[in-house]
């Protein structure tokens, strides 16, 4: 089983292409200033099969001809390793049999070190990571990335090429996406400083109020 915040797709905003996008549930580093304090609680979230997370990246594949890659984030998902194992090397075995085709693309809150230390086959099974607590005191302009101290590394043959345009890549603006999902309204990708702000006062506009958000203490 995976504990699993929510799943979405397509995603467009946490790496290159059209792509599946998966949060887990639970996170013990907890970085101030985090936009996903709802994935904090390993107690809340949604316990899903690792077979049926691997059916719905399958049926994406078989759906939509463009889905591009997978992009895993949290949460925290050193914090569940027998299932991102699981997980992981379903993804492979499907790229082996040519059901998808896609890269993986993983966020961590653990420096490099600290995750092969953890994940020691992380290098055969993530193209690329995405490394380090977010510090909300050092902004950055990077692309894909919350602060400045974070790392866009890339593991595999396949990662480099993908992501070697992107290592040092700069955005103005950095890509963003708002979705309505059962009442709720999901950001996903990552804000610069000011942006939820005006994602807030844009919806009042439209007549949305927001009851509460992730990213200030309940």
């Known amino acids: ?4 915040s929510r799943l979405h ?21 907890a970085c ?7 994935t904090w609680d390993h107690g809340t979230g949604t316990p899903l099969r690792v077979d049926d997370v691997l059916g719905w990246i399958t049926n994406l594949g078989a759906q939509h001809g463009d889905l591009d890659g997978v992009t895993i984030t949290g949460g925290e998902p050193t914090e569940q390793p027998e299932a991102l ?10 790229r ?38 977010f510090k909300i005191t050092e902004p950055t302009g990077l692309l894909w990335r919350g602060s400045a101290n974070q790392r866009l590394i890339a593991l595999t043959e396949r990662g480099h090429r993908v992501y070697s345009p992107y290592v040092d890549a700069t955005v103005s ?13 999901w950001m996903i990708g990552i804000p610069r400083r000011g942006d939820l702000q005006r994602l807030e006062e844009a919806l009042r506009r ?13």
């Open 32 to 38: 101030p200033g985090c936009v996903s304090r709802d």
């Open 85 to 94: 194992h699981n997980l992981l090397g379903g993804i492979d075995e499907r």
């Open 9 to 29: 797709y397509p995603v467009t905003a946490l790496g290159p292409g059209r792509r599946a996008g998966i949060w887990v549930q639970g996170c013990t580093i």
């Open 96 to 133: 082996q049999g040519g059901t998808f085709t896609g890269d993986v693309l993983c966020y961590t809150g653990r420096d490099e070190d600290d995750l092969h230390a953890l994940w020691p086959w992380a290098r055969t099974l993530i193209d690329a990571v995405i490394v380090g607590a």
């Open 206 to 218: 439209d007549g949305v109020d927001l009851e509460e958000v992730s990213w200030r203490p309940r």
């Open 1 to 4: 089983m995976i504990n699993i």
């Open 173 to 185: 603006r950095p890509p963003l996406q708002v979705t309505v999902d059962g009442g709720q309204v």
